[in-house]
């Protein structure tokens, strides 16, 4: 048994930021704060700020006239650099008390939960377009979750322990860390996901070379200051911003990849374990892959479904975060007896959905990301516009004069397998196919067949028969599965987060699943009383 307990957490309480409230008003000087500087990232090796003269602009979404900072891109020499920084500080850091691990991470999450609540939501919200309550729900809720929640799961890991030691041995289990390297390639989509996916592995003794996403270096950055301020060792986590292929490339190849923890697009993971299987005979043990990957996630209605439910978890599923979630609801079955009263609510709810800075706390969506995914999902929006099988039913306008802005958009199709039923559009657009209602089952078969994903999907229904059925025939096709609720908003320690098929590896992160990744158990048996003679009794 572990020393030391670590005190069982609560999630963490999503502040409201209602008006005249203290948190709005911190928020707000923070923001105000933030605008008003420019500033300058480096690159983090070993605890070392390096610049290295190659640098991109962090631009504000909503705003592209402002101008944040520059972060500075890592060179080949500097990763090679980083790879020995980190297998330096490996040795030391993997036979650290794992309770003084753990403390690092906890105190981390402290410093977020109280003096940096507002530095992380403010940076969240400029540098990734995010109102104040979904930068709320992520940058500071769910990644406190993951610093404190996952420390318990490591103690939990630690005191599984063989169940059987027969008189005269002692059988024991440890669990080390990984013989290399891991590389964290995280996402620009949530902030949250930034923190986790180095912070799991160095957790459990590794060390880890941390990519953020270009488009989210601007928090990942500030989290990585507040990792250090907590007391991380310099080398255990090195904060690498960079192009990916120049990055991925290097690094993949490299003999002493011991993990990849991944977040992002379904090519872009199918690339990488290519690299991997391409160059497995060089590596100095089979590297560890967990990928959170592409989703194109559904809500089906049965006829007996709450409509008023339904047409709100359509429109929080679809458009908040601006859809730029893999869990956001992209694709809807409602059946044919119910649809001109969800349309009517639909149009008429959609009417009240407002865009626009996310200073205004009024508006419930921002803009997205960036011009490249400006442009990728805009061109969904017009083939729907020019297909015959398709019509637009609310929103279909965008502009990006000033921000990249996307009006919220459902298409209503009457093809099951149109093109935005079945690709992963990663944008605020919901594509709907009206279903016969004596087809309830037919259409639940399309459901699993029509894309290649299975990460998350909702099922809405009154008829318990018609949720058991549900339940049975959807079984593979999402790895979060929600009855009478939209497809998002996984909470940690309450629903593990992850998929199978096109979405990911499924180790759910937010679990102890995903940290026994990052271990490799070594069984020890040890015989007080050997034997000194080789023959045994029957032998006599």
């Known amino acids: 048994m572990t020393k030391y307990k670590i005190p069982l957490p609560i999630n963490e309480t999503i502040k409201s930021y209602l008006k005249g409230s203290p948190e709005r008003e911190e928020l707000l000087k923070k923001i105000k704060e933030l605008k008003s500087e420019k500033i300058d990232i480096p690159i983090i090796i070993g605890g070392k700020e390096i610049r290295t003269g190659e640098t991109v602009d962090i631009i504000c979404p909503h705003d592209k006239s402002l101008v944040l900072g520059k972060a500075h891109l890592v060179n080949k020499e500097l990763i090679e650099e980083a790879i020995e920084t980190a297998l330096k500080a490996r040795k030391e850091w993997a036979s650290m008390p794992w309770e003084h691990r753990a403390s690092i991470f906890l105190k981390a999450a402290e410093l977020i939960a109280g003096p940096y609540r507002a530095l992380m939501n403010a940076s969240t919200m400029l540098g990734q377009s995010k109102t104040a309550f979904q930068a709320e729900i992520d940058s500071a809720c769910e990644i406190i979750d993951f610093l404190r929640f996952n420390p318990c799961y490591m103690e939990q890991i630690y005191e599984e322990q063989p169940l059987v030691s027969p008189t005269g041995m002692w059988n024991r289990s440890e669990y080390r860390a990984l013989e ?16 986790n996916l180095p912070t799991a592995p160095a957790m459990m003794g590794n060390v880890v070379l941390w990519k953020p996403a270009t488009t989210s270096i601007y928090s990942n950055y500030f989290f990585m200051k507040i990792l250090e301020e907590a007391g991380l060792p310099a080398g255990v986590i090195n904060f690498i911003p960079g192009r990916g292929a120049s990055i991925g490339n290097i690094l993949l190849e490299n003999e002493y990849l011991a993990g990849v923890h991944f977040t992002g697009s379904t090519n872009v993971f199918n690339n990488m374990w290519k690299t991997i299987g391409n160059n497995i005979s060089k590596y100095h043990c089979y590297p560890r892959v967990v990928g959170e990957t592409g989703g194109k996630d559904f809500v089906f209605a049965h006829s007996t479904a709450d409509r008023e439910a339904l047409v709100t978890a359509l429109i929080r599923g679809a458009f908040e975060f601006q859809g730029q979630k893999c869990s956001a609801a992209s694709r809807a079955y409602i059946p044919q007896s119910m649809w001109s009263e969800v349309k009517e609510r639909l149009v008429t709810d959609m009417k009240e959905v407002k865009m626009g800075d996310i200073e205004d706390f009024t508006n419930f969506v921002g803009a997205v990301i960036d011009k490249n995914a400006f442009r990728s999902i805009t061109e969904y929006i017009d083939y729907a516009k020019e297909s015959n099988e398709a019509e637009i039913l609310c929103g279909g306008k965008y502009d990006d004069s000033k921000g990249y802005f996307i009006d919220p958009t459902i298409i209503v199709t009457t093809n099951p397998k149109f093109k935005t039923m079945q690709e992963e559009i990663f944008g605020p657009v919901l594509t709907i196919y009206v279903y016969p209602d004596s087809e309830f089952e037919k259409t639940l078969e399309l459901c699993d067949q029509t894309s290649p994903y299975a990460l998350t999907g909702a099922i809405f229904a009154q008829d318990r028969n018609a949720i058991v059925t549900a339940d049975r025939m959807l079984i593979n096709s999402a790895g979060n599965f929600y009855i009478n609720d939209k497809p998002t908003g996984a909470v940690v320690g309450q629903q593990p987060f992850g998929g199978a098929r096109g979405s ?31 023959k045994y009794p029957f032998m006599s």
């Open 180 to 195: 290399g390297f891991i590389f964290a390639v995280t996402p620009f989509n949530f902030t949250s996901i930034g923190g």
């Open 504 to 534: 990911g590896t499924n180790d759910k992160a937010g679990s102890y699943l995903n940290l026994l990744r990052w271990v490799s158990s070594r069984t020890i048996k040890e015989t007080f009383t050997p034997p000194k003679n080789f």
